[in-house]
Structures are given as structure tokens and as C-alpha cells.
């Protein structure tokens, strides 16, 4: 019984070691590869604390956007249509103004960004590091850019290749290739914030 315990851990980690996925469908490799660049970031830096305010951001707007629609929907349940109207109308334009915020704040705030984390330096300072990722419909084109936020400036680099590059020709995804490029381009921004 202890061996078959023993086997059924040396399986699961086996399958731990790999993703594999539909390398056929463009979003799918998006997210693997984000969460293998999120995963190569955080793996070797344990000074880096992750942040969740821009996902937290996002959660509070969709909440408030549900209560919204639930108040609507239990007002009109308990206080039947010509009733209700007013409180209806409050409620659509309330739930759609929430939506407008919501899509701005994806779109020109988050932009793409899956990993947000801070880093305190010896001398007191807080520095915010930004992992952002874009592949278009239909293209191979894999972009990350890794910004680093400080109180005096703001520096990022990127970097562009075919999702080739990071997956194999049977959808597994490559994680020491990765790991590799978020190295170079993390030691990039490292180099030039030691210099200044």
C-alpha cells in the first residue's frame, strides 16, 4: 500500500513538471505562457511580494456592478414593474456606468498586465515591478514587457518573439526558456536602476 502511495506521488509530480496545452489556440498559449513568466518571476526572488490591487480593483467593480443587478431584480420581485421603475432605471444606468469603468480600467490601466510586485531596497525605498503581455489574434508574436516603478522614474523593457520560442512542436510549454528571458530582462532593468 506505501509504494502505491509513493507511485501516486512520483506520478503527480511528473505531471507537475510540464504544461501541456493546445498550442493551436492563441489564447490558451497566452495564459500559459503569462502564468509561466509569472511563475519564473516569483521563483527565484522571494523579495519580491506580490501585489492584487489592480485584480482587486477589477473584483470590486464586478461586485458593485452584481449588487447592482441583484438589487434591481429583488426590488422589482418585491414591488412589481410600474412600480419599480424608477429604481429599474437607476439600476441599468448605474450597472452600465460600472461596466464603463470597468473597461477603462482594463484597458488603459491594466493593459494587459497579469503580475504586479513590490520590492523593498535596503535603504527604505519601494519599488513596483510590472510583467505585461500581448499576442494578437492570429499572430505567433509573443510580447512581454517588464517595467520597474520607482519614485523618480519609471523604466521598462520588452521583448518580442514567436511563441516557438517557448513551447514545443507537442504543446509543452518550456519553462527554463522562459525563465531565461524573464532572467534577461529582469538583469536589464536591474543593471540600469544599480547604474543611475
Known amino acids: 500500500?506505501?509504494?502505491?502511495?509513493?507511485?501516486?506521488?512520483?506520478?503527480?509530480?511528473?505531471?507537475?513538471?510540464?504544461?501541456?496545452?493546445?498550442?493551436?489556440?492563441?489564447?490558451?498559449?497566452?495564459?500559459?505562457?503569462?502564468?509561466?513568466?509569472?511563475?519564473?518571476l516569483f521563483a527565484t526572488r522571494p523579495h519580491l511580494k506580490e501585489q492584487f490591487g489592480l485584480i482587486n480593483t477589477r473584483l470590486i467593480l464586478c461586485t458593485l456592478a452584481v449588487g447592482v443587478a441583484v438589487m434591481a431584480h429583488g426590488w422589482d420581485f418585491t414591488h412589481p414593474f410600474p412600480e419599480s421603475k424608477p429604481v429599474l432605471m437607476f439600476c441599468v444606468v448605474g450597472?452600465?456606468?460600472?461596466?464603463?469603468?470597468?473597461?477603462?480600467?482594463?484597458?488603459?490601466?491594466?493593459?494587459?498586465t497579469f503580475a504586479v510586485a513590490t520590492?523593498?531596497?535596503?535603504?527604505?525605498?519601494?519599488?513596483?515591478?510590472?510583467?505585461?503581455?500581448?499576442m494578437k489574434k492570429y499572430d505567433d508574436k509573443y510580447t512581454l514587457v517588464l517595467s520597474i516603478k520607482d519614485a523618480k522614474s519609471l523604466k521598462e523593457t520588452s521583448s518580442v518573439k514567436s511563441c516557438a520560442n517557448f513551447i514545443d512542436a507537442n504543446g509543452i510549454v518550456l519553462d527554463n526558456h522562459i525563465a531565461n528571458e524573464v532572467n534577461r530582462l529582469y538583469n536589464t532593468l536591474s543593471i540600469e536602476k544599480k547604474e543611475k
Open 119 to 134: 520590492e523593498k531596497m535596503p535603504n527604505g525605498e519601494r519599488r513596483l515591478w510590472e510583467a505585461s503581455s500581448d
Open 1 to 40: 500500500m506505501l509504494s502505491a502511495a509513493v507511485l501516486k506521488d512520483e506520478k503527480s509530480e511528473q505531471f507537475d513538471e510540464f504544461v501541456k496545452i493546445n498550442k493551436w489556440d492563441g489564447t490558451a498559449v497566452k495564459h500559459a505562457l503569462d502564468d509561466a513568466v509569472k511563475n519564473a
Open 95 to 112: 450597472y452600465f456606468a460600472l461596466m464603463g469603468v470597468l473597461t477603462l480600467h482594463t484597458t488603459f490601466r491594466e493593459k494587459g
